[in-house]
C-alpha cells in the first residue's frame, strides 16, 4: 500500500483508493498512520522483542543499568569499569579484555621503569585508561554480549538456551576476588623485592 495525501495513512490499495477515507473503499483494520511509521521506522529496531529476552538472561538483573532505555542501547558511561578496569571485566566474564587492559597496565609499569618515565606522566596515561575503560565498557560489554549469544543459538537445543546463557553471561565475583587478591600479590613482592 502506499500513503494516502488526504488522510497521511499507509492505507491506498492498488485501485488506488484510500480504504481509510474513501467511503467506497472496504475499510481496512490494518492501516497503520504515517506518523506512526515515521516515527518508529521498522529499519531501526535493534532487536526483536525475542533478542531482548536473550539479553535480559545473559546480563540478570543488571539489564538496565547497562541498556536504560531497553532495545540493548548500551548506557555511554560505567563508572565500576572506570574505577576497577581489569576487574570489572573479570567480574563480567571479559576475559579477554581484561588480560589487555592488564597487559597494557603491566607495559605501562614496565615503561616507567625501564625508561624513567615521569610518574605524573604515568598517572596521567593510567587516569586516561581509566577515561577509556569507562566509555567503551558497555559497547564492548554489548559486543560480547551479542557474540556470546549467537555462539549459543547456533549450537544449543531450545531446551538447553536459557540455562546456556546464565552460564555464559551474568558474573563472575570469585575470579574477581581471585584477581584481586592475586595482583595484590604481585605487588606486595615487588615492592618488598625493591625493598620499599
Known amino acids: 500500500m502506499e500513503k494516502c495525501q488526504k488522510c497521511?495513512?499507509?492505507?491506498?490499495?492498488?485501485?488506488?483508493?484510500?480504504?481509510?477515507?474513501?467511503e467506497s473503499a472496504s475499510v481496512n483494520p490494518y492501516a497503520v498512520s504515517a506518523a506512526v511509521t515515521d516515527s518508529f521506522p521498522?529499519?531501526?529496531?535493534?532487536?526483536?522483542?525475542?533478542?531482548?529476552?536473550?539479553?535480559?538472561?545473559?546480563?540478570?538483573?543488571?539489564?538496565y543499568s547497562f541498556f536504560p532505555h531497553g532495545r540493548d542501547i548500551p548506557k555511554s558511561w560505567n563508572w565500576a569499569a572506570f574505577f576497577i578496569g581489569v576487574f570489572w571485566f573479570i567480574y563480567?566474564?571479559?576475559?579477554?579484555?581484561?588480560?589487555?587492559?592488564l597487559g597494557l597496565g603491566f607495559l605501562?609499569?614496565?615503561?616507567?621503569?625501564?625508561?624513567?618515565?615521569?610518574?605524573?606522566?604515568?598517572?596521567?596515561?593510567?587516569?586516561?585508561m581509566g577515561v577509556g575503560a569507562g566509555v567503551l565498557a558497555n559497547r564492548?560489554?554489548?559486543?560480547?554480549?551479542?557474540?556470546?549469544?549467537?555462539?549459543?543459538?547456533?549450537?544449543?537445543?531450545?531446551?538447553e538456551i536459557i540455562?546456556?546463557?546464565?552460564a555464559k553471561g551474568g558474573t563472575n565475583l570469585i575470579?574477581?576476588?581471585?584477581?584481586?587478591g592475586i595482583l595484590f600479590g604481585i605487588i606486595v613482592m615487588s615492592m618488598s623485592a625493591m625493598g620499599i
Open 92 to 101: 563480567r566474564k571479559m576475559y579477554l579484555y581484561a588480560a589487555i587492559y
Open 8 to 22: 497521511g495513512n499507509m492505507s491506498v490499495n492498488d485501485n488506488g483508493e484510500c480504504v481509510v477515507c474513501d
Open 175 to 180: 575470579g574477581a576476588l581471585i584477581a584481586f
Open 140 to 159: 564492548l560489554y554489548k559486543q560480547h554480549m551479542d557474540k556470546k549469544i549467537a555462539e549459543t543459538l547456533a549450537v544449543a537445543q531450545k531446551s
Open 42 to 63: 521498522i529499519d531501526d529496531i535493534s532487536s526483536t522483542p525475542e533478542e531482548e529476552e536473550y539479553s535480559k538472561i545473559f546480563v540478570g538483573s543488571k539489564y
Open 163 to 166: 540455562p546456556a546463557l546464565k
Open 108 to 128: 605501562l609499569t614496565g615503561i616507567q621503569s625501564m625508561l624513567g618515565v615521569s610518574e605524573i606522566i604515568t598517572n596521567v596515561i593510567s587516569i586516561g
